[in-house]
């Protein structure tokens, strides 16, 4: 049968995995008859959905490109890749939008392939590539900085793909190789979930598993970066946080109401009262990376995410012509003015209907017995605290809530703490020692956790 996975949009901060039993089929060769995606689930949004309005309604029809396939310079010699493009018809008739993955062998597992589970990742932003967590480490190649500044990549030492398919995806149309026409692009979550959604209609036979992070859930803020302690550090002074903590009720009003309402000018509200506010403090305070607390920031401030190396290389001619993506064609790591869910006002309502559309219809697959979850946090990360996690897998209301909320965090030696409900179907694991990006902090430790997970492995 064909995967049927459900536009999942969870507010996790951290690794939000999805672990499904699917016959899956991946077309190899060059270019694929048009396929035809089968109904698409349309959830409640603030305003209707107009047939005309190609951005807010489904594809009706997609197919597959190969771009390139050879092998890697900067991998193993024997890491080859497949690279190539999706190209959606929207709902009037067009192909104006094309989703560029790097799909099978560039990612492809060192042992048994055929057999090996695949890990989709997806990039968080809103609006970040999928290529950054690859090439942070969990491909085949790592990206680091040479003698002179720059990027440059080498072979990854803790790469997933010794024990996994690693596919990688420039989601949503408009970030990173993928393009499209500006009018089509999607606006929310949500609707950008229906691109991906053709594709892998069409893709593998094996384990899948979802891999995303930052916004790739949605996140939001804790009162533990307020607190100091074992676990907590303190990234604001006692005067910001005591106002941080007074508006707390109207905040937490602001998003019921959001929720109960589902309109425009409640979702505006509730970011007013809540996200604004946060992020002008940030800029009062800009000692400490808000990513990881363990970096203190020169007056300069903080390069918090490193992106300029990761730039260099993946726009690089080199990778262009590697993967068959025109020389002309600009790598975006994040696609702040091309895709309008960045974009935030009250006409548009895109980011603050983005951030507070309630996410329990997009969780539905936790209720099914095939689908799992697991979810790691940084204990250095003040933008998504440990504390936000743990909150939202508590609330969220699926098989393993009762189970969850009744298990003990116990001490994960060489780790951190970890919690686990009906035998480690719905875990998480706090990690020491790491910030936001865990996969750079800690990658030995990553590749471990994730072929545990993979392989149905106790973690310890």
Same mark, same amino acid.
């Given at each position: 049968?064909?995967?049927?996975?459900?536009?999942?949009?969870?507010?996790?901060?951290?690794?939000?995995?999805?672990?499904?039993?699917?016959?899956?089929?991946?077309?190899?060769?060059?270019?694929?008859?048009?396929?035809?995606?089968?109904?698409?689930?349309?959830?409640?949004?603030?305003?209707?959905?107009?047939?005309?309005?190609?951005?807010?309604?489904?594809?009706?029809?997609?197919?597959?490109?190969? !771009?390139?396939?050879?092998?890697?310079?900067?991998?193993?010699?024997?890491?080859?890749?497949?690279?190539?493009?999706?190209?959606?018809?929207?709902?009037?008739?067009?192909?104006?939008?094309?989703?560029?993955?790097?799909?099978?062998?560039?990612?492809?597992?060192?042992?048994?392939?055929?057999?090996?589970?695949?890990?989709?990742?997806?990039?968080?932003?809103?609006?970040?590539?999928?290529?950054?967590?690859?090439?942070?480490?969990?491909?085949?190649?790592?990206?680091?900085?040479?003698?002179?500044?720059?990027?440059?990549?080498?072979?990854?030492?803790?790469?997933?793909?010794?024990?996994?398919?690693?596919?990688?995806?420039?989601?949503?149309?408009?970030?990173?190789?993928?393009?499209?026409?500006?009018?089509?692009?999607?606006?929310?979550?949500?609707?950008?979930?229906?691109?991906?959604?053709?594709?892998?209609?069409?893709?593998?036979?094996?384990?899948?598993?979802?891999?995303?992070?930052?916004?790739?859930?949605?996140?939001?803020?804790?009162?533990?970066?307020?607190?100091?302690?074992?676990?907590?550090?303190?990234?604001?002074?006692? !005067?910001?946080?005591?106002?941080?903590?007074?508006?707390?009720?109207?905040?937490?009003?602001?998003?019921?109401?959001?929720?109960?309402?589902?309109?425009?000018?409640?979702?505006?509200?509730?970011?007013?009262?809540?996200?604004?506010?946060?992020?002008?403090?940030?800029?009062?305070? @800009?000692?400490?990376? @808000?990513?990881?607390?363990?970096?203190?920031?020169?007056?300069?401030?903080?390069?918090?995410?490193?992106?300029?190396?990761?730039?260099?290389?993946?726009?690089?001619?080199?990778?262009?012509?590697?993967?068959?993506?025109?020389?002309?064609?600009?790598?975006?790591?994040?696609?702040?003015?091309?895709?309008?869910?960045?974009?935030?006002?009250?006409? !548009?309502?895109?980011?603050?209907?983005?951030?507070?559309?309630?996410?329990?219809?997009?969780?539905?697959?936790?209720?099914?017995?095939?689908?799992?979850?697991?979810?790691?946090?940084?204990?250095?990360?003040?933008?998504?605290?440990?504390?936000?996690?743990?909150?939202?897998?508590?609330?969220?209301?699926?098989?393993?809530?009762?189970?969850?909320?009744?298990?003990?965090?116990?001490?994960?030696?060489?780790?951190? !703490?970890?919690?686990?409900?009906?035998?480690?179907?719905?875990?998480?694991?706090?990690?020491?020692?790491?910030?936001?990006?865990?996969?750079?902090?800690?990658?030995?430790?990553?590749?471990?956790?994730?072929?545990?997970?993979?392989?149905?492995?106790?973690?310890?």
């Amino acid at each position: 049968m064909l995967l049927s996975l459900p536009r999942i949009l969870v507010t996790s901060v951290a690794l939000f995995s999805v672990v499904v039993e699917a016959d899956i089929f991946l077309p190899y060769n060059a270019n694929q008859p048009d396929l035809e995606p089968r109904s698409q689930v349309i959830f409640n949004s603030s305003s209707p959905l107009n047939a005309s309005d190609v951005r807010g309604t489904p594809n009706i029809a997609s197919r597959m490109e190969v !771009t390139s396939n050879g092998t890697l310079y900067c991998g193993r010699p024997e890491d080859s890749f497949e690279s190539g493009y999706v190209h959606l018809t929207n709902s009037a008739g067009e192909e104006d939008k094309h989703l560029f993955l790097v799909v099978d062998r560039l990612f492809k597992a060192r042992h048994d392939p055929k057999n090996a589970p695949v890990v989709m990742t997806l990039g968080g932003g809103p609006g970040a590539s999928g290529m950054l967590f690859p090439f942070s480490g969990a491909g085949p190649c790592s990206i680091t900085v040479n003698a002179t500044g720059g990027g440059e990549a080498i072979p990854s030492l803790y790469s997933w793909t010794e024990h996994a398919n690693l596919l990688a995806i420039d989601h949503p149309v408009g970030v990173g190789f993928s393009y499209g026409d500006q009018a089509s692009l999607r606006n929310s979550s949500l609707t950008a979930a229906w691109d991906t959604d053709d594709f892998l209609q069409a893709f593998w036979k094996n384990t899948f598993m979802i891999n995303s992070g930052s916004y790739g859930g949605h996140l939001w803020m804790h009162e533990s970066i307020c607190k100091d302690g074992p676990e907590s550090h303190m990234f604001f002074n006692s !005067t910001a946080c005591a106002h941080l903590v007074d508006q707390l009720p109207e905040c937490l009003d602001s998003i019921q109401y959001a929720y109960q309402q589902q309109t425009s000018p409640s979702r505006v509200d509730a970011m007013n009262k809540c996200s604004y506010p946060l992020g002008g403090i940030w800029d009062d305070f @800009p000692q400490r990376d @808000p990513y990881d607390y363990r970096t203190k920031c020169p007056l300069e401030g903080c390069d918090s995410l490193a992106f300029g190396p990761i730039i260099d290389v993946l726009d690089s001619n080199i990778v262009k012509d590697m993967i068959g993506v025109s020389r002309e064609r600009n790598y975006k790591v994040l696609a702040v003015d091309e895709i309008s869910t960045l974009l935030y006002t009250m006409e !548009t309502c895109t980011m603050a209907c983005d951030y507070l559309a309630s996410t329990k219809v997009y969780t539905s697959s936790l209720a099914f017995d095939s689908s799992t979850e697991y979810s790691y946090n940084g204990m250095e990360d003040g933008v998504c605290p440990w504390r936000s996690s743990l909150a939202w897998m508590r609330l969220l209301e699926t098989k393993y809530q009762t189970a969850f909320r009744e298990a003990p965090e116990v001490e994960y030696p060489g780790v951190g !703490t970890i919690r686990q409900a009906r035998g480690g179907n719905y875990t998480f694991v706090k990690v020491r020692e790491a910030g936001h990006m865990v996969i750079r902090s800690r990658p030995e430790l990553l590749q471990h956790l994730m072929f545990k997970w993979i392989t149905n492995e106790p973690f310890f």
